[in-house]
């Protein structure tokens, strides 16, 4: 196992020894406190700025170096929080243990969970900046915002006369050479289903797991068609309830609504004369699959085992309407995007699911690139909750950053890349949730840009991020604020 002292070796040195700093603070969305604290002292010690607004964001102030007075001002934007998501194996706390991150070759992972270097490299990047006295730039402002990943509270709650900035980098991209000048905008969607009980007939109680997937982001892997737990364990219950005869007493998968769920279960009772059926419906489901999604989940995997009679399973008809409605869900990619070649227009994520003594609760988030493209979704889960006798609720939405093809710091990006590495970058709309739209209401006239090093697989335990991008991210930013013009 890679030590810490050997990350800290990696270019550029500076940003890699913050994001040690980062994976050793808990920090995921909604306990952002104890980095936030840590990040203040940091900065007060060094005589800059610092301001907490009312939500909790951070924004920290350093001088122009010498010459570059007259420069625009430009804000470094990240998030403080980051994805807790782990393997079932994997003893972590989230809210205590820190990150444990490790050199695999040409990438960077973490043991067992989620990483953090969605947003972490890149606030790693702006708090290296500022602590750096070799780096030309003009005025600056960091600003670090909270809970992004779990609403974009911080987003949210950033009030006008904050910033002094003229243009604004968000480091929140995951694909080195790809420059960002919009993103999709989303909305949550909660349907609650309210349940009938009844004493159980069968007296043998079984949990079917399904366990293995990859899961990842909601918005950048939902093109992959990586299995969704949630929706292919009511698949099986789709076709194997009623012929089983089985009754359920629970069902639930994932754990947050922006991350492809990667495992789910139920618990039912059945008659013992059934078991070999059971079994057998099991093992041709599996195989099915496994055919299916051969290539993009090869460790999927089904199992079954025995667990204590519940006091209650749902009555038939209760049973038949959860699994249907479940089951009828639309999940995934809803529409590719005709102006856009490759990206994704409108998604839908089908994230979480869990079961109480009145409801079953299931979490969506609906991704678009175009407002009629969300409402098309929010108006097809009306109709399947009406449908269901089911209640649903949206809350949450957020804007799109609409692209401004005339961006001049798009512009300057862009050169900049093109001279540094001899190549264009490729100008993209990235199909996830940046916090740029949001900015744009307090400040319309910010001139926005996001850039990121090559991040694989956020949102799951599988998250890396390519060491050598890193460092080429890290040196276009540089070059990038030499460029920013005069005011």
């Excluded at 196992?1 to 890699?16: D, G, H, V, Y």
């Excluded at 606030?123 to 809970?147: F, K, N, Q, R, Y």
Aim: aromatic share 6%; glycine share 8%; with cysteine.
């Amino acid at each position: 196992m890679t030590t810490a002292s050997e990350i800290n070796q990696l270019f550029p040195r500076p940003l890699w020894q913050w994001f040690e700093q980062i994976c050793a603070i808990p920090h995921p969305s909604k306990h952002e406190a104890a980095l936030s604290e840590h990040i203040q002292q940091w900065a007060k010690q060094r005589g800059l700025p610092v301001v907490v607004d009312h939500v909790g964001n951070l924004i920290i102030r350093k001088p122009a170096t010498a010459g570059m007075e007259e420069r625009k001002t430009v804000v470094i934007q990240a998030h403080l929080d980051m994805v807790p998501q782990k393997n079932a194996d994997k003893v972590h706390d989230f809210t205590t243990d820190p990150i444990q991150p490790w050199i695999d070759g040409e990438w960077v992972k973490a043991t067992g969970t989620t990483l953090g270097a969605d947003n972490g490299i890149g606030m790693s990047s702006a708090l290296a900046i500022l602590g750096a006295e070799d780096i030309c730039h003009g005025p600056l402002e960091v600003l670090l915002t909270v809970d992004e990943e779990a609403g974009m509270t911080g987003a949210f709650g950033l009030q006008a006369g904050m910033l002094n900035a003229d243009i604004l980098i968000n480091t929140d991209s995951e694909q080195e050479g790809e420059i960002y000048m919009g993103c999709a905008g989303g909305v949550d969607a909660e349907i609650s289903l309210p349940l009938q009980w009844q004493a159980p007939v069968q007296q043998m109680a079984y949990t079917l797991s399904i366990t293995g997937l990859k899961g990842g982001h909601s918005g950048v892997n939902i093109h992959l068609g990586r299995g969704n737990a949630n929706k292919l364990i009511a698949r099986f219950l789709a076709g194997h309830a009623t012929e089983l005869g089985l009754s359920l007493s629970e069902i639930k998968g994932g754990s947050l609504r922006n991350a492809i769920p990667r495992e789910a279960q139920c618990n039912f009772t059945i008659d013992a004369a059934q078991l070999p059926l059971l079994e057998q419906c099991i093992a041709q489901y599996q195989a099915i699959l496994q055919t299916e999604l051969a290539v993009v989940e090869p460790a999927l995997k089904l199992s079954l085992q025995s667990t204590p009679l519940p006091a209650q399973v749902l009555q038939p008809t209760a049973q038949k309407t959860l699994i249907n409605l479940i089951n009828s869900c639309p999940n995934g990619v809803i529409r590719m995007s005709d102006e856009i070649s490759g990206v994704t227009e409108s998604s839908l994520n089908v994230g979480v699911i869990s079961t109480t003594q009145d409801e079953v609760t299931i979490l969506c988030l609906i991704r678009s690139l175009i407002d009629s493209g969300r409402e098309n979704i929010e108006s097809t889960l009306q109709s399947l909750s009406d449908l269901a006798g089911a209640q649903i609720t949206f809350s949450g939405c957020y804007p799109g950053w609409k692209p401004d093809t005339s961006s001049a710091v798009m512009a300057i990006v862009k050169d900049t890349y093109q001279s540094i590495y001899h190549k264009e970058p490729v100008i993209m709309v990235i199909h996830a949730g940046l916090e740029c739209g949001l900015f744009k209401k307090h400040y319309p006239d910010l001139d926005m840009v996001s850039i990121g090093p090559t991040i694989r697989y956020p949102h799951g335990p599988d998250e890396m991020v390519n060491i050598k991008t890193v460092g080429q991210y890290w040196t276009l930013l540089l070059a990038v604020l030499e460029r920013i013009p005069a005011k």
